[in-house]
């Protein structure tokens, strides 16, 4: 599969990243999608996270840290947004119900997917958010969209 790469030069930018993968899953009809995003600390993950409920209509999206797991009323689908960066093992995952949320309709969006690899599905779009070194400037490699 391929994987489109695209330049963020501010959080804004990342942002729109995030809006225009959830409005591509839409076009394509997705009514479930799983997407991984992978990336150091203070990178956008969450930034790209509240683009993409942008799409869905959700106006409230930050990270789920303390929580695990957001749950939001998207239109037309929900968002279920994790963040797995203070969980120690898969148990504490499958403690909130991850199996789930992997069976319901929805968009399932983990942040700190590389904590646990081995919950993520293998037809997942994957995000990956690096600093280029250049100042304020991030790289966004998204790979894994249905066409």
Excluded: Q
């Amino acid at each position: 599969m391929s994987a489109d790469v695209f330049l963020s030069r501010s959080a804004e930018e990342t942002e729109a990243a995030g809006e225009a993968l959830c409005r591509s899953l839409l076009r394509a009809g997705a009514r479930h999608a799983y997407v991984a995003l992978y990336g150091d600390m203070g990178v956008g993950k969450t930034a790209f996270a509240r683009g993409f409920g942008r799409a869905l209509g959700i106006t409230n999206v930050k990270s789920p840290t303390y929580t695990v797991v957001s749950e939001h009323r998207g239109d037309p689908v929900p968002l279920f947004h994790f963040d797995l960066y203070r969980l120690t093992d898969e148990d504490d995952l499958y403690t909130v119900g991850y199996d789930d949320y992997l069976r319901r309709e929805g968009y399932i969006l983990t942040e700190w997917s590389e904590r646990m690899p081995e919950v993520i599905p293998a037809d997942a779009v994957t995000v990956r958010l690096e600093r280029t070194g250049e100042e304020n400037v991030r790289s966004i490699t998204i790979g894994g969209v249905p066409k």
